[in-house]
């Protein structure tokens, strides 16, 4: 491959990772809605009805699993990681852009090693037939949503690293 071609291969990468993000935050929002819908709900009902929702507090764990692991990747190709600036003036340049890709390099080990185990458990999950509290939701599906999640941010992590060495600062563009 041409070394210009593979420049636009990841500039079409970074482009369609930013155009995903519309749905990814969409997904954020429809969970986000459904905990606050459901948590009223079931105070409601638990307490003027005194009948709760059945399957409520199930609901709103794969609900907070799914919010925390579909923003994760936006929060990655957007940079807004939390971050202390302690010694940030202090640093050069070319240092900043090592720990940059130092950060980026960690941060991928670290949650590949999280998506892998997750996938590991959803095949474990999947084939023993496990379920989730009272409305029986399968665990296995649930958890391969996190581990497809947890690997689509382990893209994020490489795009943002490769634009980062092709010159890039690894950060958006706002």
Avoid at 27 to 48: Q, S
Avoid at 128 to 157: D, F, H, M, N, R
Wanted: net charge positive; with cysteine; hydrophobic share 60%.
């Amino acid at each position: 491959m041409a070394p210009g071609s593979q420049s636009m291969v990841v500039a079409r990468a970074v482009v369609s990772l930013r155009s995903a993000q519309a749905a990814l935050r969409g997904a954020v929002a429809f969970c986000m809605a459904g905990m606050m819908l459901l948590i009223t709900a079931d105070v409601i009902a638990r307490y003027i009805l005194a009948a709760p929702v059945p399957g409520a507090y199930e609901l709103v764990q794969v609900l907070l699993g799914l919010t925390a692991l579909v923003a994760l990747p936006l929060v990655t190709v957007n940079g807004a990681h939390v971050t202390i600036p302690l010694v940030e003036s202090l640093l050069g340049g070319w240092v900043r852009s090592v720990r940059d890709a130092l950060v980026h390099i960690f941060s991928m080990a670290i949650v590949s090693v999280l998506a892998l185990r997750l996938w590991n458990l959803a095949g474990s999950l999947s084939s023993s037939g496990q379920a989730l509290g009272a409305i029986e939701i399968p665990l296995g599906p649930v958890v391969y949503a996190y581990a497809v999640l947890a690997w689509l941010t382990v893209a994020a992590q490489l795009l943002m690293l490769v634009q980062q060495f092709r010159g890039g600062s690894g950060e958006p563009k706002s």
